[in-house]
């Protein structure tokens, strides 16, 4: 009989597949940020200007705002959901040391300054609570060596984690800095390059966290079916080593 499906398998497609929705939005955001400097210097420059390209860039605008914020809205539930379930799929797939209960990973978002830290602590301690553990399994045998606690504590964290929560905290800190529009031409040429850079910042973060996803889940799901058993899958997390029979 196939062991059970790992928790976490289906959620990570999911959110990844709202990432990567994510990312096209804001590479049509970019364009649209960059039309709205072109209209604006075409003003600066008094090269004449019709109404229906003034409506078009204030539509365009709209749409792209709802847009955004609908799939950025979507994305973020995902993304806690993910945080509980890799949580829960940890412990279940046999991890140690883990100090953040589930729910507790989930919520870090919602508690003020704590979030600041908290969502990075949590995936870290998923990582480090699902390092590979010396296991050799065929369909006759299965034989384990676990980690000691001292042993999880040499345990690297994840240079990927850290780059995806250092890019998420500039992220936010440019989306408040540049969150304003001037009223002048110039002022608004100004704040859309700001903009750019925010988006061009996001599109990076996105793609990182897409990565991290990738890699924290299949790690996850390597202990699991280590765990519940069945022949070990082909490992695809960075750094996991197997040792077959």
């Given at each position: 009989?196939?062991?059970?499906?790992?928790?976490?398998?289906?959620?990570?497609?999911i959110v990844s597949t709202l990432l990567v929705l994510f990312l096209g939005v804001t590479v049509y955001s970019l364009v649209g940020h960059w039309l709205e400097i072109e209209l604006a210097r075409d003003l600066v420059d008094q090269t004449p200007v019709t109404l229906d390209r003034i409506l078009d860039s204030m539509e365009r605008?709209?749409?792209?705002?709802?847009?955004?914020?609908?799939?950025?809205f979507l994305t973020c539930v995902g993304f806690v959901i993910l945080m509980y379930r890799i949580g829960r799929s940890a412990r279940?797939?046999?991890?140690?040391?883990?100090?953040?209960?589930?729910?507790?990973?989930?919520?870090?978002?919602?508690?003020?300054?704590?979030?600041?830290?908290?969502?990075?602590?949590?995936?870290?301690?998923?990582?480090?609570?699902?390092?590979?553990?010396?296991?050799?399994?065929?369909d006759e045998s299965k034989e384990s060596a676990d980690y000691s606690e001292e042993d999880l504590q040499r345990t690297s964290p994840s240079n990927l984690i850290r780059l995806w929560w250092l890019l998420w905290i500039v992220s936010r800190t440019t989306a408040v800095v540049t969150n304003?529009?001037?009223?002048?031409?110039?002022?608004?040429?100004?704040?859309?390059?700001?903009?750019?850079?925010?988006?061009?910042?996001?599109?990076?973060?996105?793609?990182?966290?897409?990565?991290?996803?990738q890699a924290v889940s299949s790690r996850i799901e390597q202990k699991w079916w280590n765990e519940h058993g069945g022949r070990i899958p082909r490992a695809?997390?960075?750094?996991?080593?197997?040792n077959h029979a």
């Open positions: 009989m196939a062991p059970p499906r790992c928790p976490v398998s289906r959620i990570s497609k605008n709209r749409l792209t705002r709802l847009v955004r914020l609908g799939t950025w279940e797939a046999g991890a140690h040391g883990m100090r953040m209960s589930p729910g507790m990973a989930a919520g870090t978002f919602f508690i003020p300054v704590y979030n600041f830290v908290g969502p990075y602590l949590a995936m870290q301690d998923a990582w480090r609570g699902t390092a590979p553990t010396a296991i050799v399994r065929n304003s529009v001037g009223d002048t031409p110039q002022a608004i040429i100004e704040a859309h390059q700001f903009q750019m850079v925010s988006n061009g910042i996001d599109l990076v973060l996105t793609v990182v966290t897409v990565l991290m996803i695809r997390a960075s750094g996991v080593e197997v």
